[in-house]
């Protein structure tokens, strides 16, 4: 559902340089600002003095994901497989891992402790690691391909799953 705002263009100037930017005044009409909270500022007319002349920019450490680079990178790496790569998307989305906002997949505080927490035990948690997703889906491969024993495959695996 839209969202209906009433806003006006401010321009800044500081330092010589000018920046122009739409502030919305009051929200009309809720809609998906329910989900994403906008900010509402009232900006006086006239002149301003600046009392803090400090900019924030939050810029991530990597690069944001969009769904199809995400799907690409997973490729690249050799995870997943084309039937599993939308579950994969729609779990992280789910669960609440990330939320997508202006086409990008942004982590989450609870996505950055899973991930984190996941990243610190090597041993015990070796079964989600990606060398061990591309493992598995090598044998599933020869397993289809009458390379390999689904059966022995299976017994590996839980003795494996028996010593952790």
């Known amino acids: 559902r839209n969202i209906v705002l009433k806003?006006?263009?401010?321009?800044?100037?500081?330092?010589?340089?000018?920046?122009?930017?739409e502030v919305f005044e009051e929200i009309i009409q809720d809609g998906f600002n329910?989900?994403?909270?906008?900010?509402?500022?009232?900006?006086?007319?006239?002149e301003v003095d600046v009392i803090n002349n400090k900019f924030f920019y939050t810029v991530p450490k990597?690069?944001?994901?969009?769904?199809?680079?995400l799907v690409e990178e997973m490729k690249r790496r050799g995870l997943g497989r084309p039937?599993?790569?939308?579950?994969?998307?729609?779990r992280l989305l789910e669960r609440g891992y990330v939320i997508e906002k202006n086409g990008y997949l942004i982590?989450?505080?609870?996505?950055?402790?899973?991930?984190?927490?996941?990243n610190s035990n090597e041993d015990r948690f070796r079964f989600v690691k990606e060398d061990f997703t591309r493992e598995l889906e090598g044998l599933m491969d020869k397993v289809e391909n009458g390379e390999a024993d689904y059966q022995e495959i299976l017994k590996s695996l839980r003795n494996e799953l028996r010593k952790n």
């Open 34 to 46: 329910k989900v994403f909270p906008i900010k509402i500022v009232r900006v006086p007319e006239g």
């Open 7 to 21: 806003g006006y263009d401010v321009t800044i100037k500081a330092l010589d340089k000018v920046q122009s930017m």
């Open 62 to 69: 990597v690069p944001l994901f969009t769904q199809g680079s």
């Open 107 to 118: 982590p989450t505080s609870l996505g950055e402790k899973v991930y984190n927490y996941l």
């Open 83 to 90: 039937s599993t790569y939308a579950t994969i998307v729609s």
